[in-house]
């Protein structure tokens, strides 16, 4: 194939030389296919993965634990191939029934050319799609070759596309099982949007490594389970479809010809995903916005210095809009390339509101600044899942149109360090995350210290907060947040890859490795450790945080968190109660000069 390539080229310097950056995206011959071409099954191609030296194919779960009838095809004129699968000989375009499919089984798939070479491989089956990836990637933007295999599609497209490294310390120096972000490109370089398992057609996917979660699914499950229970954003009514979570599905990945075990091939966060209106290239006017908190900060706290204890009012810096960055929030729509200056005033208020005005205006106007009903049931998912790196870091801050309202919402992101499990597998199965124990008083002893936007709303009661998260979470408990309910979408997954053997090979590739401190993978062992976990840290919500026995009897009206309080009473702008003395008053929650 490469030699029929050259000879395309000519003498051409440019094709040539294109030519040469291109060979190590291209994807490799495989050695069944170099004697008997592509052979399918039911129109699947069999994946080959060299350093395992072995052929996966993706079938839909259903067909696991029975026989599977299958037309198997190849070409059988490329050097007189004839196959054999477990020692039957099968001819191109027949059936070949498989005995039971289950993942610890393999059948032996045999090509023998007619002069005489013989090449002889292991099959096995897979549920999970297969993604090859083909490229060498760093952190920044190189082009490569995608393949996506699925269990309920034929033969898949081979796709252009460019990948980078992604993360934070799991992209540290020495990190082996790297996430990556992919961007999909058509044939002249430009964007390519694709759909793959159902989700959302883009051109911008995640492959999650997963890399420190000794389950590899806690951010998939939290994440499911939030988009499941989570109040829509404030601007729902005009964006039914916003989703404030990605949605992904599990996938087993093969770069380079080299088995890389599971990811979780995700959507993207960002404006397509939370419906934010786009910015007005003709009138050049912001509309939409997105941030992302990147690590620890003043601003990222909302008022607290990481390690440093509460500071308000003065310690803010200024943002720049001529950068991407401000005291660890990310500019991530409009891309700042885009446009030029950004505007940094939605999220710079908010945050200025929450870490300096008196306990008087907070609790007056921060639904002016903050979506609370979806505050209030990220507040309720950060206690159930004792997280440990979410707390306004890893976490999206949008506004839908702030031509009409600075109000921010939360997009969830990044949940592996959760549920007894910390940031790093030196603290595997550590007390430190032990289920019975308050989380403010976590975060300040282990985690860099408490949320001010938590801290204020407890603190202020703001809104009814304190009793409206009892109620909530005790109606969620009904449902989503009922203690089977959430172990069962941990056995779900886990489940799966135990029955189709992508947790054995999962152990194979990544048992012992640095990435999870020389630790050994056991997926019973860690559910056995989730489930213990999630019992004893629901009883401790249920008994001691939010006490729900001495709540009143279920179905009292809730407190209305759309508007703001109507009372007349006069304030200063630092929250003071004022006379008509004061030039610049706030009366209803809105600003009035006296003259």
């Not at 961007?183 to 911008?204: A, I, T, V, W, Y």
């Not at 729902?236 to 990605?246: D, H, I, L, N, V």
């Not at 870490?355 to 008087?360: C, H, K, M, R, V």
């Not at 903050?370 to 979410?390: A, H, Q, R, W």
């Amino acid at each position: 194939e490469i030699e029929t390539l050259i000879s395309q080229c000519g003498d051409d310097f440019q094709p040539l030389e294109q030519l040469r950056l291109s060979v190590a995206t291209l994807p490799s011959v495989d050695p069944l296919s170099r004697l008997a071409g592509n052979i399918t099954i039911n129109g699947k191609a069999i994946v080959y993965a060299e350093s395992t030296d072995q052929y996966l194919c993706s079938i839909p779960y259903e067909q696991f634990g029975g026989e599977m009838d299958a037309l198997i095809d190849y070409d059988a004129q490329k050097q007189g191939a004839a196959l054999t699968i477990a020692g039957k000989a099968v001819a191109p375009g027949t059936s070949y029934r498989f005995a039971t499919i289950r993942g610890s089984r393999n059948y032996a798939l045999t090509v023998k050319a007619s002069d005489g070479t013989t090449v002889t491989k292991q099959l096995t089956f897979t549920s999970l799609p297969i993604v090859k990836l083909y490229g060498s990637f760093s952190n920044n933007y190189a082009d490569g070759r995608i393949i996506v295999h699925e269990p309920d599609k034929t033969m898949p497209e081979l796709l252009n596309m460019k990948a980078k490294w992604r993360g934070g310390i799991t992209n540290s120096a020495g990190k082996n099982k790297r996430n990556y972000h992919v961007k999909l490109l058509d044939g002249n370089g430009d964007k390519l949007e694709q759909k793959f398992f159902g989700l959302r057609n883009d051109n911008s996917w995640i492959l999650e490594a997963c890399q420190v979660d000794m389950s590899r699914i806690r951010n998939r499950v939290l994440t499911d389970l939030w988009n499941d229970y989570c109040h829509k954003p404030y601007y729902y009514s005009q964006e039914p479809k916003a989703m404030t979570g990605t949605r992904g599905k599990f996938v087993e990945l093969i770069l380079n010809d080299e088995y890389r075990g599971i990811y979780c091939m995700t959507e993207n966060m960002d404006r397509k995903q939370m419906k934010l209106m786009k910015y007005d290239e003709a009138n050049l006017q912001m509309h939409g916005q997105l941030w992302k908190s990147k690590d620890w900060s003043y601003a990222v706290f909302m008022g607290t210095i990481p390690d440093g204890g509460y500071q308000p009012k003065d310690y803010l810096s200024d943002p720049n809009g001529y950068s991407e960055m401000w005291d660890s929030y990310q500019v991530k729509y409009p891309d700042i390339d885009d446009v030029y200056p950004t505007d940094w005033s939605p999220l710079y208020d908010a945050v200025k509101f929450v870490s300096s005005s008196s306990d008087a205006l907070f609790s007056h106007y921060i639904n002016e600044y903050i979506d609370l009903p979806v505050l209030i049931d990220y507040y309720i998912l950060m206690e159930t899942i004792l997280s440990s790196d979410n707390h306004g870091k890893n976490l999206f801050f949008a506004c839908y149109d702030q031509a009409k309202s600075k109000k921010i919402t939360f997009g969830v992101w990044d949940m592996d360090a959760t549920c007894g499990q910390r940031w790093s597998d030196d603290y595997y199965h550590s007390t430190i995350m032990r289920p019975d124990q308050d989380y403010a008083e976590y975060l300040a002893r282990y985690e860099h210290g408490d949320y001010n936007l938590f801290k204020r709303m407890r603190e202020t009661n703001a809104y009814n907060f304190n009793e409206e998260v009892r109620l909530r979470y005790r109606d969620l408990r009904q449902n989503w947040l009922a203690t089977e309910n959430i172990l069962k979408r941990f056995h779900t997954y886990l489940d799966e890859f135990k029955t189709v053997g992508a947790d054995q090979r999962e152990y194979a590739r990544w048992n012992g490795d640095t990435d999870i401190s020389r630790r050994n993978l056991n997926f019973d062992t860690e559910m056995d450790y989730i489930t213990d976990w999630f019992t004893r840290r629901m009883n401790y919500l249920d008994t001691t945080r939010f006490d729900i026995a001495s709540l009143p009897p279920s179905g009292i009206s809730n407190v209305d968190m759309a508007a703001s309080p109507a009372d007349n009473d006069v304030y200063d702008l630092s929250g003071r109660q004022a006379g008509t003395a004061a030039k610049l008053v706030i009366v209803g929650g809105k600003k009035y000069v006296h003259r």
